[in-house]
């Protein structure tokens, strides 16, 4: 979301994705997707500026979290991940027995 301020002074957000189209007739006006207008103080440069700024940050934010995701990943991989399965014995005295993958049960 980028903040702009309308002409009547109001503070408010849109995000850069609904914008549509983008006038500057002497007023610089935001069109969004639904239809909506908005007639803004900032100039059509510092809009731009500012939606540049914004997809700059997310692709940013993208990276870092791919990167984060991708370091889970290979720690992950190079956990050693021991697995065992217990089974209890058919003997009398109910003590467990250990098998592993691998192991051919009888």
Not at 38 to 62: C, G, K, M, N, P
Request: with cysteine; aromatic share 4%; glycine share 4%.
């Amino acid at each position: 979301m980028i903040a702009v301020t309308c002409r009547n002074g109001e503070h408010f957000s849109v995000d850069p994705l609904h914008i549509e189209r983008v006038e500057t007739d002497p007023d610089t006006i935001i069109y969004l997707a639904d239809g909506t207008k908005y007639v803004v103080d900032q100039t059509f440069d510092e809009l731009l500026r500012t939606i540049s700024d914004h997809r700059a940050t997310v692709l940013v934010a993208q990276k870092q979290l791919a990167g984060g995701v991708a370091e889970i990943a290979e720690h992950a991989a190079r956990a050693a991940l021991h697995i065992e399965r217990r089974a209890r014995s058919r003997d009398t005295d109910h003590s467990p027995v250990t098998v592993t993958p691998g192991d051919d049960e009888d």
